[in-house]
């Protein structure tokens, strides 16, 4: 098998198995999707979030090894919990990291948990979580500062901070120039439009409809930028999904029933000290104990007596219980007390001052549509496509999870990611030109 000379991995955040139909009547699709392997049965992570997928996609491995096991960190105390969005934070190598040991040229647009990497061409994905940091700064100290400086310079009159679609806009123009200039030979894009669509309007929405055609444009033009500068003999290309999303209509808030029961403690409208707290995942929620209380086995039977009535509530929004270990058995955080799971139009917050409320009434997350739930079933599966050098087309007719792309990509770049939870995707390899 011949190994490619580039890759290129195109992460569309939020598009799912769903979005096919969609994405086959879209004209650079549907001509990229007609003579490619494709698996359209793609389990993503669980808890089914951005950064633990995206880092599961880049080290073949289960959050539980990897380490990322939710998008933020465990902060009772913090009204906006830091994100994971450091590479230190990562317990194995990934695909960049070798990569560079064997002397390519990496490049990363806004691929998470890559803060403070060696990729040559980077903007890391940050999020501002405290009123005295700046997002340009932040930026330019996690990623390669004079790389960051020239692509801002040139397109940064295209963003509008974080909110879509200018930040695809921006972070496009970006890829683009970046694909002519510095020619990297592995570039991980991720691009949000999609995800900010379904967050804001529901999972169907002409505004996701509108932000799938302008994906469509976009990998028109990189499929086009990549074939100016380069053998596309010699250039394999993947498109993928991290997760899809679910329509959501009520939010339930644990926090309030721990903090009712006595074991989250309160001053000024923050929570000042815990023996036990909820930490959302949105469609999920782990369910901790303080370090120096695990082992209480008094405080461990309140918390699962209290989850448990919790879950009998036909009026609340628990649908399943897991205990720790099989959450770790699911990949999720071994160090979590039990995870809950939400029921069906339902997700979870971290407020303490309610029960539950609708979702629209909360005004600090957009949240019609989310994820984070159990990745299990067709309709919130996603995708996984590749073209090129190496690759042998066809539809892989059996499910396949987001460590194993992980795996596939390292075996077709002749990558050595460790003892990886993923496998190669074997039937896609082989022999194959562009049409």
């Known amino acids: 098998m011949k190994k490619p000379n580039r890759v290129m991995v195109i992460s569309f955040d939020a598009v799912g198995r769903e979005d096919l139909p969609v994405l086959q009547s879209l004209p650079n699709f549907r001509c990229f999707l007609e003579n490619a392997a494709l698996c359209d049965h793609v389990n993503s992570v669980y808890p089914s979030l951005t950064y633990p997928a995206h880092t599961s996609i ?75 940091q700046n997002q340009i700064f932040l930026n330019a100290v996690n990623g390669p500062l004079c790389y960051q400086l020239e692509v801002n310079g040139k397109f940064g009159h295209l963003r509008d901070g974080i909110r879509q679609p200018a930040l695809d806009h921006f972070i496009q123009a970006a890829a683009l120039y970046t ?12 691009l949000t439009d999609v995800d900010a669509a379904r967050h804001r309007y529901g999972v169907r929405h002409k505004e996701v409809e509108a932000a799938l055609k302008r994906h469509d444009r976009r990998l028109g033009e990189i499929l086009k930028k990549l074939a100016d500068t380069g053998k596309m003999e010699e250039t394999c290309i993947f498109l993928l999904g ?7 209509g009520k939010i339930a808030y644990p926090n309030y029933f721990l903090h009712q029961e006595g074991l989250l403690r309160v001053k000024n409208g923050r929570i000042f000290d815990w023996m036990a707290a909820a930490k959302s995942c949105d469609g999920s929620c782990y369910v901790y104990l303080h370090k120096k209380l695990r082992t209480d086995l008094g405080l461990q039977r309140r918390v699962r007596e209290l ?33 809950a799971e939400a029921k069906e139009g339902w997700v979870f917050l971290d407020g303490f001052g309610q029960p539950a409320r609708h979702v629209e009434e909360e005004k600090a997350h957009w949240i019609r549509g989310t994820h984070g739930y159990l990745p299990h079933g067709e309709a919130y599966q996603t995708f996984f496509a590749a073209k090129g050098c190496g690759i042998r087309a066809g539809r892989v007719e059996r499910e396949v999870a987001l460590w194993d792309e992980g795996a596939t990509i390292a075996g077709l770049m002749g990558l050595d990611l460790g003892n990886t939870d993923g496998q190669i995707i074997r039937e896609i390899l082989g022999k194959s030109d562009w049409e």
């Not at 009535?309 to 979590?336: F, H, M, N, V, W």
């Open 58 to 132: 880049v080290t073949g491995r289960m959050p539980k090894n990897h380490g990322i096991v939710n998008n933020t960190k465990l902060q009772p105390g913090r009204e906006r919990p830091d994100w994971l969005y450091k590479r230190k934070y990562i317990r194995s190598t990934t695909l960049y990291d070798e990569a560079k040991k064997k002397g390519l040229r990496t490049a990363a647009l806004l691929w998470p948990v890559t803060g403070g990497s060696k990729i040559d061409y980077a903007v890391p994905e940050i999020m501002v979580t405290r009123r005295w």
């Open 179 to 190: 694909i002519e200039k510095y020619r990297p030979e592995l570039f991980l894009l991720h």
């Open 307 to 339: 989850m448990e009535d919790l879950q009998k509530r036909e009026d609340y929004g628990i649908g399943q219980i897991y205990s720790a270990k099989e959450a770790a058995t699911l990949g999720a955080d071994p160090d979590c007390f039990m995870m």
């Open 242 to 248: 991290d997760h899809y999303q679910k329509n959501a």
